[in-house]
């Protein structure tokens, strides 16, 4: 993956197209049967959504991730995970989401990490199932101490619009995370990914070219590049 650290990387989002000056990682539903075109701008993950999580079997969910993956169309598995205010009972979407863990451990791909009131949830399943890849945790927005129990069990983080609101707690302390665990993103949201990155290098007192190259830099090591 040849990457100039120049460009801004929209981490997760779903169906941007990137400008001029960015990257965008696009994530896929499993079950839609989307194709993905190569691109040097728009890069892919894949997985079963929790709130879809009984879509599809465990084997439908291993065997078209494991198709993807030989044929080089998506760079992290996921997003999956678990939420408690939508989609199918609890136990079906962490039977779901250890499907999608097996897989990206065998490939050793990173995992894209939805969740919804269950961190405690998500963590206890890392440490539980001794994975060794690492997780990304999407959209986050909890506490300073959620934040860094996360990243010191090898989380990263990836961050929207929470960071611009003076109101969140995530804006208070964003500057105190390590930046080389964290990274920006729009999610399905109307937000500039650009203003994030104003945002961000303000909170780090850092150039906006600098976190630039940083959050390219975090991608390379997550995906081994």
């Known amino acids: 993956m040849n990457i100039s650290e120049n460009l801004y990387l929209n981490f997760h989002a779903h169906k941007q ?9 696009q994530s896929l539903f499993l079950h839609d049967n989307l194709i993905t075109p190569k691109s040097d701008k728009i890069f892919f993950t894949s997985g079963l959504h929790p709130w879809h999580a009984n879509q599809l079997s465990v084997k439908e969910i291993e065997y078209k991730l494991t198709k993807l993956i030989e044929t080089k169309s998506i760079i992290a598995v ?9 989609g199918p009972d609890l136990e079906t979407q962490e039977r779901v989401f250890k499907a999608h863990i097996k897989v990206a451990e065998k490939y050793s791909l990173p995992v894209i990490v939805h969740s919804v009131k269950t961190h405690n949830e998500i963590l206890k399943l890392k440490i539980d199932l001794n994975s060794n890849v690492p997780w990304v945790l999407h959209h986050f ?5 959620q934040a860094l129990d996360l990243i010191d069990h090898g989380f990263y983080l990836s961050l929207s619009y929470h960071i611009d609101n003076g109101n969140s707690r995530l804006s208070q302390y964003l500057g105190e995370l390590p930046i080389d665990k964290i990274f920006l ?15 961000a290098s303000k ?15 975090n991608l390379k090591k997550l995906i081994n590049e």
């Open 185 to 199: 993103e729009t999610d399905d949201f109307n937000v500039d990914i650009k203003n994030l990155y104003k945002v």
């Open 203 to 217: 909170k780090f007192n850092i150039p906006d070219q600098e976190l630039r190259k940083q959050l390219i830099k």
């Open 141 to 145: 927005n909890g506490s300073k101490q």
């Open 17 to 25: 197209e990137p400008a001029d000056d960015e990257i965008v990682i």
């Open 78 to 86: 996921g997003e999956a995970g678990l939420d408690k205010l939508k």
